[in-house]
């Protein structure tokens, strides 16, 4: 009976939010996203929200079939958007980007950006959670 | 006005927008906000730990709550100054966040279960100050409020996954 | 094997890969490492505090510093583990960033200078040592763990 009061507070919590969790599942995000599915995005921007704690970037990519989808990639806060170039002036709406990160676990048209890449070939690392997204390499890449 | 409509004009501020655009202010706010919790969680169980018998035992209960709870309370004073900045910066998100309720929640009750303590079974504390193993009934608030703060430091971590959970 | 190849190894683990796969279980541990920080938190103050002038002051301080020490102890132990599993989920970026070592120094640090000198001082009979001795060892005490909590918050940023 070493089990101090807290770790019990714990599993009271834990047991609350695992009941509320199931039932919202199939439409989360489920927090957090796949290594496995790298995602190359061209579009336009449609919005920029240079906003802590996560910076996001929407664009609109339009596919094969002509569909468009409205993709968010999120980044780091800020400041680590900003140390590396991005203010809230540098992507106005319409300007043509592409995007390299990863996808949400489900499937969602969402993601955590890795770098930023203007058409003329710049690239500006986003600082976040993904692998990379600090600019440096990671064993994903080369 | 109702309380989304106010959240929303609230949001739409601009003070709130240069804080939510903040490059250092906010987060030098959440960095404070996360570490004072060692403080004001940090003392406020070590009082627990002592109604419930499990240390400092051979001081008079009177004796721990004395001289911490002035650092409890000093701790809970920033605790709910920089928790409303960062309120402030995204109320609409907040107010919106379920994490955020059941926090806001757990912390009446925290709140509540002291004041009731105060009110009722410490205004005897003279009968069983110098005991060990307090009361019960004293045992039992200093329970309830370990799984409350605990609750209260889950519910605010856990306000970062809602996008992915509930979005 | 150099360090980041080590690190590299470590996060992508078999165990550890496949508890990673769950979208809860970086989230939890990683309340729980906070749970580990009141804990702490409580435990440095108590004695600390004390050795200010603060704090409980009808037992002697090795008395209370004893009591402490055991829920300083439990605190760690959770802190560690949790820190552990955490700094596994993201190895190759912690191992990049300055503040992950700074914390990780200050946490060594910290811990030497705890159940050394400062075990000493707080061990000691009330009138063996001087009051400014004490005073000192506590404000190196909080700002070591000040340390080692803030470059915690510098690798929590992205």
């Known amino acids: ?142 | 006005m109702s309380l989304l409509r106010f959240v929303e004009w609230l949001g739409n501020t601009s003070w709130s927008i240069e804080l939510h655009e903040s490059r250092y202010v906010f987060l030098l706010v959440l960095m404070i906000h996360v570490l004072t919790l060692s403080v004001f969680v940090g003392t406020a169980a070590m009082i627990d730990l002592r109604l419930l018998g499990k240390t400092m035992i051979r001081v008079p209960v009177s004796q721990v709550v004395a001289r911490l709870v002035p650092w409890t309370e000093i701790g809970f004073v920033v605790m709910v100054v920089t928790g409303t900045l960062l309120f402030y910066a995204a109320p609409l998100n907040r107010y919106e966040n379920v994490f955020f309720r059941v926090k806001m929640g757990a912390l009446a009750l925290a709140v509540l279960n002291v004041w009731w303590f105060r009110r009722t079974a410490y205004r005897r504390v003279h009968e069983w100050d110098l005991d060990p193993v307090p009361p019960r009934r004293v045992r039992l608030v200093g329970a309830l409020s370990l799984i409350l703060l605990a609750l209260i430091i889950t519910a605010g971590r856990m306000m970062a996954y809602q996008d992915y959970w509930f979005g | 094997m150099s360090l980041l190849e080590f690190c590299r190894w470590l996060q992508y683990s078999g165990p550890l890969h496949a508890m990673r796969q769950s979208p809860i279980f970086f989230p939890i541990v990683a309340t729980i490492h906070l749970m580990g920080l009141a804990l702490i938190g409580g435990a440095v103050l108590v004695v600390d505090l004390r050795l200010l002038g603060f704090g409980v002051q009808s037992q002697p301080i090795a008395a209370v510093a004893h009591d402490a020490e055991r829920w300083l102890v439990r605190g760690l132990a959770v802190m560690v583990t949790t820190g552990i599993l955490l700094f596994m989920c993201f190895a190759t970026k912690y191992y990049y960033l300055t503040f992950f070592w700074v914390k990780m120094a200050a946490l060594v640090a910290i811990i030497l200078f705890t159940w050394s000198v400062h075990r000493r001082v707080a061990m000691a009979g009330d009138a063996d040592v001087r009051p400014v001795w004490r005073k000192l060892v506590a404000l190196v005490s909080l700002l070591l763990w000040t340390t080692v909590a803030v470059g915690g918050r510098y690798i929590g940023f992205p």
């Open chain 1, 1 to 142: 009976m070493r089990m101090t009061v807290k770790l019990l507070g714990v599993i009271v919590a834990l047991g609350l939010l695992l009941v509320a969790m199931p039932a919202r599942a199939h439409h989360s995000f489920a927090a957090a996203f796949d290594e496995n599915k790298a995602i190359n995005l061209q579009g336009t921007v449609t919005k920029v929200e240079l906003v802590n704690p996560h910076a996001w970037i929407w664009i609109d990519v339009k596919g094969q079939d002509g569909t468009v989808t409205n993709w968010g990639i999120e980044g780091g806060p800020p400041t680590n958007l900003l140390r590396n170039g991005i203010t809230k002036t540098s992507l106005p709406i319409g300007t043509e980007i592409k995007l390299f990160g990863y996808q949400a676990k489900s499937g969602e048209p969402k993601g955590v950006g890795v770098f930023v890449e203007y058409l003329d070939g710049r690239k500006v690392f986003m600082g976040g959670s993904a692998p990379g997204a600090d600019g440096n390499p990671t064993p994903t890449s080369k």
